[in-house]
């Protein structure tokens, strides 16, 4: 068993975009299944079946989900095809770096590099 310290940061809080900040905080890491059943944190049969039953149910939702949007004729835009993502995948790397604060200014930059 061994404690980290993680990094993470954050840009939003209850569905509202905050002033990004980033933080650190520890945590257990378990090398094998015996410091796990030491520690007490070792699952119940409950509990596995919960786990598994859930990520069934997950990935047959998923499954399901993308089988209709196929079906639809609904696909994921893509930086290639989508204007809109391109101009948001660029504001937020212009964001990012510092070197535009506003993001009017961004996207309008953004707008600007592909010649829109």
Known sequence: METKV????AENAYG???TPFE???E???YANLDEVR???EYPSDKEV???VNAREKA???AGAFQKELDARGIKKPTLEDNVDLQISTIVKV????GKVTDEAAATQQARAMLGL
């Open 38 to 40: 030491a520690k007490g």
């Open 23 to 25: 933080y650190t905080f």
């Open 59 to 61: 990935n047959k939702r």
């Open 6 to 9: 993680a990094t993470a940061s």
């Open 94 to 97: 212009l964001m990012a770096s």
């Open 27 to 29: 945590h257990t890491v």
């Open 49 to 51: 079946l919960g786990f």
């Open 16 to 18: 509202n975009a905050i």
